[in-house]
Nanobody, 126 residues
Framework: QVQLVESGGGLVQAGGSLRLSCVASGRRFIFSINTMGWYRQAPGKQRELVASITSGESTNYADSVKGRFTISRDNAKNSVYLQMNSLKPEDTAVYFC??????????????????WGQGTQVTVSS
């Protein structure tokens, strides 16, 4: 089992910035995480990918956030971050952290399951 804890959400005016953080932890020592990412879900809409990053730091962004958001990770801290600049009201959503492909424990077992955080609210006022 892996737990993800997000932080950094809040209320900001349009044009402002926020930085989201997510830390992964588990009962066993985590050696590596293949993919970490951020998703968001606005009221009445489906959850959608915002950005993802692999252990090799290859990134993928939704078209709607390209040039405004930057995803990064710190493998030593099992953490992923989302720097959000030039925020727009349409960025308002609950943002969820996700990780998949966790290698942990003395035998370095690979867990292919996906794990999600509890979500953090981002509200952008116009």
């Amino acid at each position: 089992q892996v737990q993800l804890v997000e932080s950094g959400g809040g209320l900001v005016q349009a044009g402002g910035s926020l930085r989201l953080s997510c830390v992964a932890s588990g009962r066993r020592f985590i050696f590596s995480i293949n993919t970490m990412g951020w998703y968001r879900q606005a009221p009445g809409k489906q959850r959608e990918l915002v950005a993802s990053i692999t252990s090799g730091e290859s990134t993928n962004y939704a078209d709607s956030v390209k040039g405004r958001f930057t995803i990064s990770r710190d493998n030593a801290k099992n953490s992923v971050y989302l720097q959000m600049n030039s925020l727009k009201p349409e960025d308002t959503a609950v943002y969820f952290c996700k990780c998949q492909g966790v290698r942990s424990g003395a035998t370095m077992t690979m867990d292919v399951n996906a794990y999600w955080g509890q979500g953090t609210q981002v509200t952008v006022s116009s």
